[in-house]
């Protein structure tokens, strides 16, 4: 036990001075001690060990801005230290991005050659593998892997609860991933991978609440080829990702579904067998969904509704049908369509949030888990596959 609180305490000043360094982009030894409170010779420790491990480097700065008088040390996270891949675990279109520390993109790529591969760890092999040969430049090395997929995901055990994906349900989708590829993973739910890249992207300037709508198109479970549409919500209440009691939160559900309908939407539930063309049911679609969507908006007094996915590449159509449609309703008043925006990553929405989503849990304070678990994700763990 006692091992085990020192291990805990390290990692703990090791975040913490992490962070902060993040947090204020750049910044000296002597703050970082005020900061945090810590000893310094527990700075000096730790800060030394970031620098010779290549995580933070030193950059030179004047004091007054102004490009005159003595220069101060300052340190900044290093973006190139490594990289971090993030994959939209996705039966239909997989996608990839692999970013730097900074979230910054170093490749985009949709994932050609999956079909047929039902096995998920198979399938995750097969990205791996089109990954590496699609790198043609030098990259830093890489740190870990955020997955993003559809359904309900417990993000701390990397169980994936229930999933229409690879038909999975109760599937510990890490635990089965283990071995394929040398480096730390997480798991997230796809609608939540994009409300953290929201979240990182708009820093501290964004709202500290709002929900991320992502629909996608979705395989029926196996051996049914029919197509449906999925709709995931990513909710952040104080700049939090919220989860709810069982991490169901966000799986979104229409007043007019009944037992047995398949569809979330129960407009498409209703013209079941009339086609499977969603294109002429779209304003039907946004018309039901932000009808169901009022009650949440004039309870949780959200700052802003991200919409990704296939709303994002048709957004006029979506605020033409609120402003029309809605026009009488709580979601068609001018203050309520401004709150909803087009999210800026689209089109890679899922993988780039699942990269961020990695990289924020990194930079987290560990932390014991159920009394007695120290979280896996941690720097630790990530030193220990590259170094």
């Given at each position: 036990?006692?091992?085990?609180?020192?291990?805990?305490?390290?990692?703990?000043?090791?975040?913490?001075?992490?962070?902060?360094?993040?947090?204020?982009?750049?910044?000296s030894r002597i703050e970082v001690a005020q900061k945090l409170g810590l000893h310094k010779s527990t700075i000096s420790t730790i800060v030394s060990d970031l620098l010779n491990t290549g995580i933070v480097r030193e950059i030179s700065l004047q004091d007054n801005g102004s490009g005159v008088g003595r220069?101060?040390?300052?340190?900044?996270?290093?973006?190139?230290?490594?990289?971090?891949?993030?994959?939209?675990?996705?039966?239909?279109?997989?996608?990839?991005?692999?970013?730097?520390?900074?979230?910054?993109a170093l490749l985009e790529t949709e994932i050609p050659g999956t079909k047929g591969i039902d096995n998920p760890?198979?399938?995750?092999?097969?990205?791996?593998?089109?990954?590496?040969?699609?790198?043609?430049?030098?990259?830093?090395?890489?740190?870990?892997?955020?997955?993003?997929?559809s359904g309900c995901v417990n993000p701390f055990s990397g169980d994936v609860i229930d999933s229409a994906s690879f038909s999975m349900s109760n599937y510990p989708l890490l635990l089965m991933l283990e071995g394929a590829v040398d480096a730390p993973m997480a798991v997230e739910n796809d609608a939540n991978c994009c409300a953290w890249?929201?979240?990182?992207?708009?820093?501290?300037?964004?709202?500290?609440?709002?929900?991320?709508?992502?629909?996608?198109?979705?395989?029926?479970?196996?051996?049914?080829?029919?197509?449906r549409l999925g709709l995931g919500l990513g909710i952040v209440i104080n700049r939090t990702l919220y989860y709810g009691e069982d991490f169901?939160?966000?799986?979104f559900v229409g007043t007019g579904w009944k037992k047995g309908d398949r569809e979330q939407i129960s407009f498409l539930n209703k013209r079941s067998g009339k086609g499977r063309d969603l294109n002429d049911a779209f304003p039907d679609i946004i018309e039901e969904l932000f009808l169901n969507l009022s009650v949440a908006v004039s309870l949780f007094n959200p700052g802003c509704i991200y919409v990704g996915g296939i709303f994002a590449e048709r957004f006029d159509e979506v605020v033409k049908v609120l402003s029309t449609r809605l026009s009488d309703s709580y979601m068609g008043q001018d203050e309520n369509i401004r709150l909803v925006k087009r999210a800026v990553f689209s089109g890679f929405d899922v993988a780039r949030g699942a990269a961020v989503m990695f990289i924020e849990r990194l930079f987290e304070i560990p932390e014991y888990k159920k009394m007695s678990q120290l979280t896996s994700l941690h720097w630790d763990t990530v030193l220990s596959n590259i170094i």
């Open positions: 036990m006692l091992g085990e609180t020192k291990t805990l305490k390290k990692q703990v000043n090791r975040a913490l001075i992490l962070k902060t360094i993040r947090d204020e982009k750049a910044i220069k101060r040390i300052y340190m900044e996270i290093n973006p190139s230290f490594g990289s971090v891949l993030g994959i939209e675990f996705n039966h239909l279109e997989p996608k990839a991005v692999l970013t730097d520390l900074n979230g910054t760890r198979d399938f995750f092999k097969h990205i791996i593998s089109y990954i590496r040969g699609a790198v043609k430049k030098r990259t830093p090395p890489l740190l870990g892997i955020g997955i993003g997929i890249g929201e979240l990182v992207r708009q820093g501290a300037s964004g709202p500290n609440n709002f929900f991320f709508i992502y629909p996608k198109l979705m395989n029926e479970r196996k051996g049914n080829p029919r197509r169901l939160s966000g799986e």
